[in-house]
């Protein structure tokens, strides 16, 4: 159990050390830099939902055959709309964008650039709460390094991605401290969201398949509605790419590693 709570402690931890950054940095971070961190972090979701959640999905499937795709394809399928439906449910504002999403309101702008990040880490959450009550259960085949490593990755991405929501945050005019608590809060959903989903293992064990694609659908709803035309925006520049190049590769290296 210890290794469990440290497990969905750790992608925490990473965004509030990254939030930590409004007190050791005088500026904003650039337009590249941003672009750079932003690219790194799509990459790290992109293969923690390949290889952490959707294999593992398909081989806990494997006794149905060739329809052994089949929990993954509508688990990611539910994991998507469920993104698209909060996506339209939630006013928020993304890096970048200068325009409001979801219904109207009167909210400022900061608490709409932090409702942006929320939604971003209610994925991020969940996939560490399925994966760790998988572990938990002894009958899914996940094991703890595999886990662990899913939690590091986003750890490793978080960290980043507190920088760039605290920063902002405060060249908006917001304090530091305050800046720093809206950075650290906009993470606090991920053990949140982890912690219920081990509270209720029980009754998602039969359909684990189906959740691991459920949290993997909906991180690359993240990945492609956000992250990429964040890491795109303005000039033209490859170090998104790059950075992508280089998330996917490290969070895929973890997971082989460790799992």
Known sequence: MTQTIQGILIPFLGTSLGAACVYFMKNKLSAMVERALTGFAAGVMTAASIWSLLIPAMTQSAGMGRFAFLPAV??????????LLIDHATPHLHQFSEKA???????????????????????????????FAGLLSGTS??????AMALSLGIAIQNFPEGAIISMPLHAEGMKKNKAFIGGVLSGAVEPVGAALMILFSELFIPAMPYLLSF???????VVVEEL???????EHSDIGVLMYAFGFTVMMALDVALG
Do not use: C, D, K, Q
């Not at 085949?141 to 595999?146: P, T, V, Y």
């Open 215 to 221: 949290a993997a659908g909906a991180m690359i709803y």
């Open 228 to 234: 990429i035309p964040e890491m795109s925006a303005g």
């Open 74 to 83: 509508i688990g990611f399928w539910i994991g998507t709309l469920f993104l």
């Open 141 to 146: 085949g996940i094991s703890a390094g595999a």
């Open 101 to 131: 999403e979801g219904p109207s309101s009167h909210f400022s702008r900061t608490t709409m650039m932090l409702l942006a990040v929320t939604i971003h880490n209610i994925p991020e959450g969940m996939a560490v709460g399925v994966v």
